[in-house]
């Protein structure tokens, strides 16, 4: 495929995002020195959004102007935040054969590009806001920063491997959560450059490890209303209410068989998760459901004793925070959306792989698995394991804020590109 047969087809799967959820552009006007470079953001997806909202943030301290093309969840994260944004109009020109974000970058003239993983948002699985910044950043010579958020990588994966994305439509630099994330992101993209390919960590982590879990965990149970001697089980929940629905009977049908006791079950839904709010009450009817409205999913997954996904990063969250988890990837479910789970082919999790995570691949295991997942002496010998996915010491926001300052600082100096401050 040409460069510009590949730049038309982002511009489509770009037309076909921004008709699906409409784009908006914001902007946070900077101060001093650092105000006279601008970064631009992009995010949709919520895992994406969350990802770059402490790096965001840390950069309007220090100065930086942004500005950002966004929409869904990592719109909602944006607004909701403290950062002072203002809208700027004119988002779309009905004149126009291609949308206006794409055509604003020229106009813009960012110092340098800063995107998450939005691609999995767009119908079919195509090119999100992420592709489109980079493929216009290349065209207009801005460096491009990707900010992976999943624990295990996957991006170049999902690009390349799944929908074929062309091999120019890259970053300058890609930041990742681990090791493993790193890995395969070599594996599928070979010739990218190692050495740009940073493990940071996840910013949307920092938290998880600085924050004073015991009494959160205290504070919420007690406002709950749970007992001293009630577990509280959290079922997180995603995107597609019928994946839910029949894993999250296999789950509450296996709590039933090992005739447990003195818990509390929360059902959490994904934010994207279109299902109407009484979808899962014949599944739950019966069972000593918890209200969890009002409360951040952090929060709920920070007091829960147990948490059990599907695939989730809350999952790894629940690892970091040395809380048990248990994985459902019951194929014949899954198989019924072969868009995102291709038949034949296992849902491969790094700490499910490592035996950090148990797994439930059948219904006949969920009785046997479970019962093992509340064992305290069985959940004794994981917590070894889960304490060696503990990503760090809670600076990758500090470590991308350095990337990024260092690559805005170049631009500044550098006369190819149009943001260049010492041009005359």
Known sequence: M???????????????????????????EGFGEN??????????????????????????KQGYSLEFFTDGP???????????????????NENSAEPTLLKDISKIKPTLIVTGFSGSD?????????????????????PVVWIGDYPFGGIFQHYRGKIGIPDWIQPDYLCTPTIAAKENEMEFAPEFNPEHIIVTGQPAFDALLKEDKEKTKKDIR??????????????????????????????TDGIKKIKLENYKLVMRRHPKDPADTTFYDAITKGLPIVDSKGWTTDQIGMTADCVATIDSTEEYKAVIRNIPTVCILISDILKTCP???????????????????????T?????????????????????EKRMRWNPGDGNATKRIINLIADL????????????????K
Do not use: W
């Open 2 to 28: 040409e460069k510009g047969d590949a730049i038309k087809e982002e511009r489509t799967l770009r037309q076909t995002a921004i008709e699906m959820d409409p784009t908006k552009r914001y902007r946070h």
């Open 35 to 60: 105000g006279q470079l601008l970064i631009l953001f992009g995010t949709r997806d919520a895992g994406e959004g969350n990802a770059l909202k402490p790096v965001y943030e840390e950069l309007a």
């Open 74 to 92: 990592g719109a909602k994260i944006l607004c909701s935040d403290n950062l002072k944004v203002q809208e700027i109009s004119d988002r779309n």
């Open 122 to 142: 767009v119908t079919g699985g195509g090119g999100g806001i992420d592709l489109a910044l980079t493929a216009k950043g290349i065209d207009a010579n801005i």
């Open 222 to 251: 007690n406002k709950l209303g749970l007992k001293e001697n009630e577990k509280l089980i959290v079922f997180m929940g995603g995107s597609i209410p019928e994946i839910n629905a029949k894993t999250l009977e296999v789950f």
């Open 339 to 361: 868009d995102i789970y291709p038949e034949g082919k296992e849902v491969s999790i790094a700490t499910v792989e490592d035996g950090t995570t148990p797994v439930i691949r």
């Open 363 to 383: 219904k006949d295991e969920a009785e046997h698995i479970l019962s093992q997942v509340f064992n305290p002496k069985f959940q004794q010998e994981l917590q």
């Open 408 to 423: 805005a600082h170049e631009v500044a100096i550098d006369p190819r590109n149009p943001r260049c401050t010492t041009q």
